[in-house]
T-cell receptor, first 111, second 117 residues
């Protein structure tokens, strides 16, 4: 089945620093790729997605590009804010089957 | 956008009692919903797939008699934790799958925090 590997956290940054959270996946076929964010005490929110190779998903200053050749979907943001502190989950998904999540990466941004 | 609600948002119960959690898709129909649980500082683990009008499909290691799932309508799935014990304390999250013009997407509820005393 599909699986995902995310960089180990926690990631601790100062405000306005550059963020990269690595994500690589294994999947049969041609999955869509998602990043979800979970703020403390809350459920999951879709952050961004990409459905085909070389697509770039973007939202709230975050970006990720679907790299089929390296099976990666790394999340980046040029300047993080304290309000970005959360847990980030990368997930491949095939045609609406249940999303399977990796361990998540905790981001902590200090002012 | 598509909205999924869960009720209650949190519940505290005594050991041995049963607790029902509702998951509703508010502005779309969902023949398929998914139930996850999340322990503190851990990832979401898929428990089961809930299919409207048929039996749920449980993941390996999830007790179907312990976690009863009923998907009675196209907008409602319920998860009942029967004879709850402290080790069932967790954050339960549902998602509903919307299919529109051949595109399938999942939308997550806000979660229900269950504490069993």
């Amino acid at each position: 089945g599909d699986s995902v590997t995310q960089m180990e956290g926690p990631v601790t940054l100062s405000e306005e620093a550059f963020l990269t959270i690595n994500c690589t996946y294994t999947a049969t076929g041609y999955p869509s790729l998602f990043w979800y964010v979970q703020y403390p005490g809350e459920g999951l929110q879709l952050l961004l997605k990409a459905t085909k190779a070389d697509d770039k998903g973007s939202n709230k200053g975050f970006e990720a590009t679907y790299r089929k050749e390296t099976t990666s979907f790394h999340l980046e943001k040029g300047s993080v804010q304290v309000s970005d502190s959360a847990v980030y989950f990368c997930a491949p998904n095939q045609a609406g089957t249940a999303l399977i999540f990796g361990k998540g990466t905790t981001l902590s941004v200090s002012s | 956008g598509a909205v999924v609600s869960q009720h209650p948002s949190w519940v505290i119960c005594k050991s041995g009692t049963s607790v029902k959690i509702e998951c509703r898709s508010l502005d779309f129909q969902a023949t398929t919903m998914f139930w996850y649980r999340q322990f503190p500082k851990q990832s979401l683990m898929l428990m089961a797939t809930s299919n409207e009008g048929s039996k749920a499909t449980y993941e390996q290691g999830v007790e179907k008699d312990k976690f009863l799932i009923n998907h009675a309508s196209l907008t409602l799935s319920t998860l009942t934790v029967t004879s709850a014990h402290p080790e069932d304390s967790s954050f339960y999250i549902c998602s509903a799958r919307r299919e529109e013009r051949g595109v399938r997407e999942q939308f997550f509820g806000p979660g229900t925090r269950l504490t069993v005393l």
